[in-house]
């Protein structure tokens, strides 16, 4: 009985653990100047809704923007960071696995658009 009563506890640690598991996505650095802004992507490109963080940081670690939205599939979200807060990469904490995701780093001129970009792995 007691067996029983252990090998129940470990699977449903096990199953439970796994419901918790969350990936972290990070880009390479971009450098926003003067009036650009440093832009954070993430996409949700899998079957189910999931509440995700989206922070742009600092090449010191430091967080100086963030946002934490629900993601339906499909949809995308994006953290807009002026130049003068010198974020240089973003980092996605995201739900379950990384690959139901795509995250991105842009550099945007507001008169322009995006003028240089780099994915998220």
């Known amino acids: ?14 199953v439970l653990g796994a ?15 003067g009036d650009n802004v440093l832009d954070c992507y993430l996409a949700n490109v ?5 509440k995700v963080r ?4 600092t090449k010191e670690g430091k967080t100086v923007q963030a946002g934490t939205p629900t993601l339906r599939p499909g ?3 994006v953290v807009r960071t002026p130049a ?6 973003c980092r996605f904490t995201v739900p379950g ?3 139901d995701y795509r995250g991105s780093v842009l550099v945007h001129d507001l008169g322009i658009g ?3 970009a780099l994915a998220a792995f």
């Open 54 to 57: 989206i922070e742009a940081v």
């Open 19 to 33: 419901a918790a598991r969350a990936d972290v996505l990070v880009t390479p650095p971009l450098v926003a100047e």
């Open 1 to 14: 009985m007691i067996t029983k009563k252990l090998a129940l506890a470990l699977a449903a640690t096990l």
């Open 84 to 89: 003068g807060l010198l974020a240089r990469y």
């Open 75 to 77: 949809q995308e979200e």
């Open 97 to 99: 696995a990384g690959r």
């Open 114 to 116: 995006s003028i240089s």
């Open 46 to 50: 899998g079957k189910v809704a999931r």
